[in-house]
C-alpha cells in the first residue's frame, strides 16, 4: 500500500507553540501534498512539494521532504486556535494515474 | 467562482434503499474523485473520472457501487441496496490536471453525510 502514515495521531499544544506533524509513505512519488480538515467539513489543500524540493515554506507552515527516508513533515509555527483541525498528507504515487491517496491523519488540538 | 458543490448534504436511507450523492466540480475541472471518510478516520479512494471515462475505480466495492461523470451534468455515485456499512461520509474533489501530469492540488466539497437506519 502507498497509504501515507500520519505520526502522531493525535497532537495536543498551548497555543503559541509549534506543532510538527510527521508522514511516511512506501513508494516512490511525483508529489506530496498536505490538507486540513475541520471537523465536518471538507479538505482543503495547504501545501504541494514535489519529489525533487527538500523543504516549501508558506506562511507560517513548512513542509520537509525527504525520499531516501519516504518522509516528510509539516510544521506550524506560533499556532493559533484557529489552527485546531485534523491534518493529512496525501502521496501521488510516481506513474500512478494521478490519484491521491491520504494517511490517517494527525488530530491537532491547540489550546488557548 | 463556485467551488466543489455537493448534494445532498445529509441523507438518510434504510437498508435496501438506494443512496444517490451529487457532485459539481470546479468550473474548468475535468478530473473528479470520489472518496469516502468513516469517523475518525482518514480518506479512503474510491474512483477518479474524467468527463465520460473512468480512469481508475481501484477503491470502488465491486458490487452495489457504480459512480458516472456524463458529458453534461454532476458527477453521480450511486449506492444500491444499501447497508449500515455504508454511512460515512463521502466527498468529491476536482482538479485541473492533464493526462500524464502528477495529481496536483484537489479542490473538495463539503461532503455528502450517509446515515442507513
Known amino acids: 500500500s502507498q497509504q501515507g502514515e500520519e505520526d502522531p495521531q493525535a497532537l495536543s499544544i498551548q497555543e503559541g507553540e509549534n506543532a510538527t506533524m510527521n508522514c511516511s509513505y512506501k513508494t516512490s512519488i511525483n508529489n506530496l501534498q498536505w490538507y486540513r480538515q475541520n471537523s465536518g467539513r471538507g479538505l482543503v489543500h495547504l501545501i504541494l512539494i514535489r519529489s525533487n524540493e527538500r523543504e516549501k515554506h508558506s506562511g507560517r507552515l513548512r513542509v520537509t521532504l525527504d525520499t531516501s527516508k519516504k518522509s516528510s513533515s509539516l510544521l506550524i509555527t506560533a499556532s493559533r486556535a484557529a489552527d485546531t483541525a485534523s491534518y493529512f498528507c496525501?502521496?501521488?504515487?510516481?506513474?500512478?494515474?494521478?490519484?491521491?491517496?491520504f494517511g490517517q491523519g494527525t488530530r491537532l488540538t491547540i489550546n488557548p | 467562482n463556485a467551488g466543489v458543490m455537493q448534494n445532498p448534504r445529509h441523507l438518510v436511507r434504510r437498508r435496501g434503499q438506494e443512496a444517490r450523492l451529487r457532485c459539481s466540480p470546479m468550473?474548468?475541472?475535468?478530473?473528479v474523485y470520489w472518496y469516502r471518510q468513516l469517523p475518525e478516520e482518514g480518506l479512503k479512494f474510491m474512483v477518479y473520472?474524467?468527463?465520460?471515462?473512468?480512469?481508475?475505480e481501484s477503491g470502488m466495492p465491486k458490487e452495489r457501487f457504480s459512480a458516472e461523470f456524463p458529458k453534461e451534468g454532476p458527477s453521480i455515485l450511486r449506492i444500491q441496496q444499501v447497508v449500515r456499512g455504508d454511512s460515512a461520509a463521502y466527498f468529491c474533489?476536482?482538479?485541473?490536471?492533464?493526462?500524464?501530469?502528477?495529481?496536483?492540488?484537489?479542490?473538495f466539497g463539503e461532503g455528502s453525510r450517509l446515515t442507513v437506519l
Open positions: 474533489a476536482s482538479s485541473i490536471t492533464g493526462t500524464g501530469q502528477s495529481a496536483g492540488e484537489l479542490f
Open positions: 496525501a502521496t501521488d504515487a510516481w506513474g500512478g494515474a494521478q490519484k491521491l491517496v
Open positions: 468550473k474548468g475541472h475535468s478530473h
Open positions: 473520472l474524467q468527463k465520460e471515462n473512468i480512469i481508475d
